[in-house]
Nanobody
């Protein structure tokens, strides 16, 4: 069981990146998926999450209107499109999955409910 986050890199303020979260060894179908980030010297924070159906999403106020989470169950992948990036978005971004299966629009940004975590991908936004 493994989650692989990718797509991070160095980008200038105002730029865009798309992060991908791919799963191996298990399916992301019917699972709540979340993106979290941790900046240097700061606690991990929830960024965005998506329900198993994709019908419900949540984004933190700090990224609302700039970041969009989506999923492609056929590719077993979840994405985080990040636009209008700011230096304060600089962090290691992690994707995570809830082990329990949900057949609803349930979502959660409570990291304690996430069982599987990827290794993280670094996003650096230069000013």
């Amino acid at each position: 069981v493994q989650l692989q986050a990718s797509g991070g890199g160095l980008v200038q303020t105002g730029g865009s990146l798309r992060l991908s979260c791919a799963a191996s060894g298990f399916t992301l179908d019917n699972r709540v998926i979340g993106w979290f980030r941790q900046a240097p010297g700061k606690e991990r924070e929830g960024v965005s999450c998506i329900s198993s159906s994709g019908g419900s999403t949540y984004s933190a106020d700090s990224v609302k209107g700039r970041f969009t989470i989506s999923r492609d169950n056929a590719k077993n992948t979840v994405y985080l499109q990040m636009n209008s990036l700011k230096p304060e978005d600089t962090a290691v971004y992690y994707c995570a999955a809830v082990r329990r299966l949900f057949y609803s629009d349930y979502i959660t940004m409570d990291s304690r409910q996430y069982d599987y975590w990827g290794q993280g991908t670094l996003v650096t936004v230069s000013s």
